[in-house]
């Protein structure tokens, strides 16, 4: 008989009707979709308390693979159908799962207003510096001076950081960790789901085909060891030197405050509404 962590993906996941899965071998979005499951069942969520939605990309499949009530979106819309979902039905956990690109570049607006508006819903992002699925193109969060398919010669435009966007547009939660840091991972998602208001999730991980090949970066393995050396917890970091954190991102929890929350305003609009 399979002990209960064998078992634990079977029970959420639509393993007689959508496998297998599409990621390539070594893609760090089934440890995602594994800190996910885990997550939500520690929390003890009910299949049908959680929609989740996602937009194009690898990290599109992810909704896919399941058995949750999901939606897979438009490209960069992942924000947009969770939004109309939340305020439709506001006792639903909701998820939007995104790549860096899906998220920050096609739908970057979305992701700033989101995150101002402070929406209850739980915006996991999965990084991997590069657009995998639609053919290898540079993204917002692709280093200076890497390559990409539509950057051969090197990417002349500066990345930044979606974890500090998300907080300084106004997210309740914000937190890092990455597809070596799996427990961690499991951790904040956890957070993250049960915080009010807007959390951010980043997840970094490796996309060695795509991105990779086209810098030299090795096998799975060792993009993983990369994520591994070039990870310092939150709470070390503020103790080194700017030197010691060049090239580095932090993990863990960067924003935890407690604020209004757009789903409770518009509720009290509705009462005043029907009042007056």
Known sequence: MPNNATRL???YLRHDKKFPHVWCPGCGNGIVLGSLIRAIDNIGLEKDEIVMASGIGCSGRLPVYVDFNTLHTTHGRALT???GIKLAKP????I????DGDATAIGGNHFIHAARRNLDLTAIIINNQIFGM????Y???TPYGCKASTALYGNIEHAFSIAELAVTAGASYVARSSVFHAKLLDKIIAQGIQRRGFSVIVAMSNCHVQYGRRNQMGSPVIMMEWLRDHAVRIEKAGDLPAKDLQDKFTIGVLADVDKPDYIEEYQK???RAKEG
């Open 9 to 11: 993906p079977h029970d």
């Open 81 to 83: 159908f969770a939004t």
């Open 91 to 94: 006792s639903l956990k909701v």
């Open 96 to 99: 939007a799962v995104m790549g």
């Open 134 to 137: 639609t053919g290898g193109q």
């Open 139 to 141: 993204s917002p969060t």
């Open 269 to 271: 609009i509705r009462e």
